[in-house]
């Protein structure tokens, strides 16, 4: 498609219950990067993937994070056992290659997590 | 240390006043961008400007201009003629080449267009 797509637009959990969100990136693009966002404030990186493979994950709190990207498949984050502090907006971006010149992310609309 | 610095947490322009949202980053890294993204209160993110470390001149997109001072290592962002629909935060964020092209994000200045 022409825009990133997100969804959920929101999920609730309760405080220890899994949560799952997906991304599909803009056809053709190869980089897909995973933000969090809490409170309206400062983005933090979570983890990035050339196509399938994870080029990234050092902004992962690998303990109750994991995510994928699977060939014709969206990609996906998964919390395991969310704790208030995930509560957040998720957004996922994609861009186009690895150029190290110009390159744009796209963002998605985000996914706001709300954990009770 | 932070690598982006934005700041002005929060600033009111008069409609129509050009407004300058200050950026400073910090790198070693030689070859690195700098985006500017608007966040209006409906949460999309919405890329503004970018402006390549080599590049020669400061770049400009419509009425967003970004001034750009490479020694001073400062990236402000510069809107003229502000409109009411400019109210929205505003984030600064570095890409380092060396970093795996993830994006450094500054604090968001959050800017109120008064009528």
């Known amino acids: 498609g022409e825009e990133v797509a997100q969804t959920p637009k929101h999920l609730v959990r309760g405080e220890g219950q899994k949560a799952k969100l997906y991304c599909a990136p803009i056809k053709g693009h190869s980089y897909v990067f995973w933000y969090q966002q809490v409170l309206k404030n400062e983005f933090k990186f979570l983890i990035s993937?050339?196509?399938?493979?994870?080029?990234?994950e050092t902004g992962m709190p690998k303990e109750r994070f994991s995510a994928k990207c699977l060939p014709n498949s969206p990609c996906s984050l998964e919390i395991q056992a969310t704790k208030l502090e995930d509560s957040a907006v998720y957004f996922c971006a994609s861009s186009q290659s690895d150029s190290s010149s110009y390159n744009e992310q796209f963002f998605g609309p985000g996914t706001r997590l709300t954990v009770l | 240390a932070q690598k982006i610095t934005q700041t002005q947490p929060g600033m009111f322009v008069q409609e129509k006043e050009a407004v300058t949202l200050d950026c400073t980053y910090d790198?070693?890294?030689?070859?690195?961008?700098l985006f500017w993204y608007k966040q209006p209160s409906s949460g999309e993110m919405i890329f503004l400007i970018y402006q390549g470390s080599y590049d020669q001149q400061n770049a400009t997109e419509g009425r967003y201009s970004l001034n750009f001072q490479k020694a001073r290592k400062s990236a402000n962002l510069v809107i003229s003629a502000s409109q009411l629909g400019d109210s929205a935060m505003y984030f600064c964020?570095?890409?380092?080449?060396?970093?795996?092209?993830?994006?450094?994000w500054g604090a968001g200045t959050k800017l109120i267009i008064k009528p």
């Open positions: 964020a570095m890409r380092e080449d060396d970093s795996n092209y993830q994006l450094i």
């Open positions: 993937f050339q196509n399938e493979n994870v080029f990234d």
């Open positions: 790198t070693s890294d030689p070859s690195y961008g």
